[in-house]
């Protein structure tokens, strides 16, 4: 048995840790934390302190007991998790789960897996720092009181199954309050001049008028004025510039960059830096720090030297702007800066090499420019025109990396280089265009801008962001958006050779792919939240709780005060809307039924948003019928509403089977029978007409119709969401480019089939042919037991090799859910 005991969060860590430890030391993992609040109660004894009540989690009991008797029999405990307040949580609960001895329990820190750190931190022990423990304590007690006391209120005034978060429902008000902005939008339409000249060498360049002109008319006065005008150099002015790189990446800006450049989404973003930080790739990527140690100084330095030369190093110190920054901690950077591009997995390399680049760039030399501004004249008018242009010196830092900008941010684009010009000098005017263009709503959130205005507001911390907007989407109160827009016409005037000439053009507006779009019941849910938790919604107060949390780090505030001083006011509040309030359905009148005379209104239902006609005060039950997905409740039109009442639509009959027109989860379709068939994009239910139907059902029933058979079972193919594929005997195989799955052989198929069957065989651990039970291999070295639909994922410490059937039956069982049954009630006598 080794003498040393070194526990980490995460089986990654614990592996690259074991290859800078000796046989002295033996490194386990716990899995990320041992102990939690309960799941089905509060957990928080709000009388006696906010004393948090603890669970090991039946799952890591197994892992505890391991974990305890190999500290019993260690001479030192090394407590190794991360130095953010979670790792140091994380040690807290080892030592109290485990009950360490404090003399034989050191807790160390590191902020990368690299053998020089891990020596660093094991000669440099310390205790654990339960001020960063409170913190995390005072967060996670604080988080609870208010998803578990607002979320109750929520069921019972809005929908069942609804739930509420501190940082989460103030990120949900952002992203509702610039939706209505864009609602209450009204477009300002103005035009703009352009006009392209000519040197006398023949060199064209582009040039803009420093004005706009309200209307059509105002335009085109205007070009009339350069009818046969002569036009020259005015002015010219040369200026030398430079621009500075960016600092090295904190976590929130590695998330913004990497969404800008490689389209990652934020917790995608986290969990590959995660792997890159276990890997010993990279240091800590939850940091709000943009310092560099000295060491990683110079490594950049000699880095830069040697593949650039002296002229491009730079060296430079950067101070963060973020609230509650931990200067003592590091920015995200490669642990060797020597190492450009090591053999990784793609998206980790993407990674890895964005963060290398940036941590470079942000100890080069600064870009010199050269920057031009030419005035042109006419000797018509007094307007003048103004071509920019930019020259790049010197490329200093540019020859790595140049930050990102989001849409908000973007200016004019710059013109790039200009000719040789000279003042006076005369120039032949091409043409001069006049463009129709109006003023943009402001833009959607994408998930990389909402942290950036969390970040600005001083809401959540490193940590926070990524679980923040993965959870408002997986509660459905925010989507990644699909609006397609509409059309909108524009005009265009030129003035060409001495002729005016006018053009009417189009472009799509509103059109937003992949941002942050609020639902029905997000919007619902936050207008009630706003109204009656005023205090909790308030984004200044959010971020001074965080403020607060910062100085519960630092020992300069007490946790259990904090609570108190927020429960006193939150608890009557809470217990007062829940008494006094009335629900919220968001109910909109949109009219009245003119067959009926009853009142048409959109609102949330129970399964989610509807159309009603009537009321239920009323002795005639009320119609419903619910929104399509593309619609929402603040937005339906009274003449769209009505249509809903029109679905499904009774198309006829074919084959003897119903066929009907209808909208479902997945957009518009064509029932026939039994069968579900999808109309193609851009085609309606409410267009669909019976030739269009049995169109849609012979293709279906030519691409379900068998394409061959093995071992006397018929062979399908179809083309699902992850692509063509073909089905034998209950299993979906794809088919991947190898074929030409329009032409399938009788050869390939039964190649595609043995593949697959060899595959699923080595996916198996265990089976029960006569339970239906079985045990397979799934991603990331895990398990899971398997019976029908209901899956079970079996912790990493379990071994999937030893589960009897008695237990994988007890499992399933918690996890099968319970049917419901009508509770009977007694007769009245």
Do not use: C
Request: aromatic share 8%; hydrophobic share 35%.
């Amino acid at each position: 048995m080794p003498k040393n005991l070194v526990i980490v969060e995460s089986p990654a860590k614990a592996k690259t840790i074991e290859r800078f430890l000796g046989k002295d030391f033996q490194v386990e993992s716990s899995f990320g934390h041992i102990a939690d609040l309960p799941s089905k109660e509060l957990g928080v004894d709000v009388e006696n302190g906010f004393k948090p009540k603890y669970t090991v989690d039946k799952e890591k009991k197994a892992l505890v007991k391991k974990l305890k008797e190999l500290a019993q029999k260690a001479e030192t405990i090394w407590l190794a998790s991360d130095e953010d307040r979670e790792g140091e949580a994380i040690s807290w609960h080892l030592a109290e789960a485990l009950k360490l001895d404090k003399s034989r329990t050191k807790r160390i820190v590191f902020n990368s897996i690299t053998k020089s750190a891990i020596q660093k931190a094991i000669e440099n022990p310390r205790e654990i720092n339960y001020d960063l423990v409170n913190a995390q304590q005072a967060r996670r007690v604080l988080d609870r009181l208010v998803g578990y006391q607002l979320s109750p209120v929520l069921w019972k005034k809005i929908k069942p199954g609804l739930s509420a978060g501190r940082v989460q429902s103030v990120a949900v008000r952002l992203i509702v309050e610039r939706e209505r902005e864009i609602e209450v939008f009204n477009p300002e339409a103005s035009y703009r001049i352009r006009a392209e000249f000519k040197t006398a060498n023949g060199n064209v360049f582009a040039a803009r008028l420093g004005k706009t002109f309200p209307t059509k008319e105002a335009a085109e006065s205007f070009l009339k004025q350069n009818i046969g005008a002569d036009f020259s150099v005015a002015s010219l002015d040369k200026k030398p510039a430079k621009k500075s790189p960016a600092p090295p990446f904190t976590t929130s800006t590695l998330q913004q960059e990497a969404s800008r450049k490689l389209y990652f989404s934020v917790s995608r973003t986290m969990q590959v830096a995660q792997r890159l930080y276990e890997a010993g790739l990279i240091t800590y990527m939850r940091t709000d720090s943009v310092n560099l140690s000295n060491e990683a100084l110079n490594a950049a330095k000699d880095a830069i030297v040697e593949n650039f030369g002296e002229s491009y190093s730079e060296t430079r110190n950067y101070t963060g702007k973020s609230k509650g920054a931990q200067e003592a901690h590091e920015a995200i950077r490669p642990t060797d800066m020597k190492l450009q591009s090591p053999s990784l997995e793609r998206d980790q390399a993407k990674l890895y090499e964005l963060i290398w680049k940036r941590t470079l760039a942000s100890q080069m030399s600064d870009a010199q420019l050269e920057r031009t501004n030419v005035k042109i004249k006419a000797n018509s008018h007094s307007e003048e025109f103004t071509a920019n242009g930019e020259v790049v010196k010197f490329d200093g830092f540019l020859k790595v990396y140049l930050e990102g900008t989001d849409e908000e941010d973007r200016a004019e684009e710059q013109e790039g280089m200009l000719p040789a010009m000279s003042i006076g000098e005369a120039l032949l005017n091409n043409f001069i265009t006049a463009t129709e263009r109006f003023t943009r709503p402001p833009y959607r959130y994408t998930e990389a801008s909402l942290v950036k205005k969390l970040e600005e507001l001083g809401i959540g911390r490193p940590s926070t962001y990524a679980p923040t907007i993965s959870t408002i989407q997986n509660r459905g109160y925010v989507e990644k958006g699909s609006v397609e827009g509409t059309e909108r016409k524009y005009a265009q005037l030129i003035l060409e050779a001495g002729q005016l000439a006018e053009k009417s053009l189009s472009e799509m507006v509103g059109s937003d792919k992949g941002k942050l779009v609020p639902t029905d019941i997000g919007m619902i849910v936050n207008d009630f939240l706003v109204s009656h938790f005023t205090t909790i919604l308030d984004y200044n107060f959010t971020a001074k709780v965080e403020e607060n949390f910062d100085e519960i780090a630092a020992g300069e505030e007490d946790w259990q005060k904090m609570m108190e001083e927020f429960y006193k006011d939150f608890h009557p509040n809470v217990q007062d809307v829940e008494e006094n309030a009335e629900r919220a359905s968001g109910e909109r009148v949109l009219g009245t039924d003119p067959k009926s005379g009853r009142q048409v209104a959109a609102r949330l239902g129970r399964f989610g948003p509807m159309v009603q006609i009537g009321t239920v005060d009323e002795e005639e039950k009320p119609l419903f019928a619910s929104l399509l997905p593309e619609q929402s409740i603040s937005t339906i039109t009274f003449e769209e509403a009505m249509d809903l009442f029109e679905l499904p639509r009774k198309l006829g009959t074919y084959e003897g089977e119903e066929v009907e027109a209808n909208v479902g989860r997945f957009g518009p379709y064509v029932r026939f029978g039994k069968k579900f068939i999808s109309l193609d994009k851009g085609e309606s239910a409410f267009d669909v007409d019976m030739d269009r139907a049995i169109e849609l059902i012979k293709a279906k029933q030519k691409a379900d119709a068998p394409i061959a058979t093995y071992e006397d079972k018929e062979v399908t193919k179809g083309v699902g969401r992850f692509g063509p594929f073909i089905k034998w005997d209950g299993m979906f195989i794809n088919v991947n480019k190898k074929y030409d799955f329009d032409n399938l052989s009788q050869t390939d198929i039964v190649e595609l089939i043995e593949a697959k069957k060899i595959k699923e065989a080595e996916k198996l651990v265990q089976e029960w042919p006569e339970e239906k039970i079985r045990i397979e291999k799934a991603r990331w070295g895990r398990h899971n037991i398997i019976k029908g639909r209901i899956k079970v994922e079996l912790s990493k410490d379990v071994d999937a090799s030893k589960v009897t059937l008695e237990e994988a039956q007890a499992l399933l069982e918690k996890k099968t859910p319970k049917k419901k049954t009508k509770a009977k009630t007694k007769a009245k006598k």
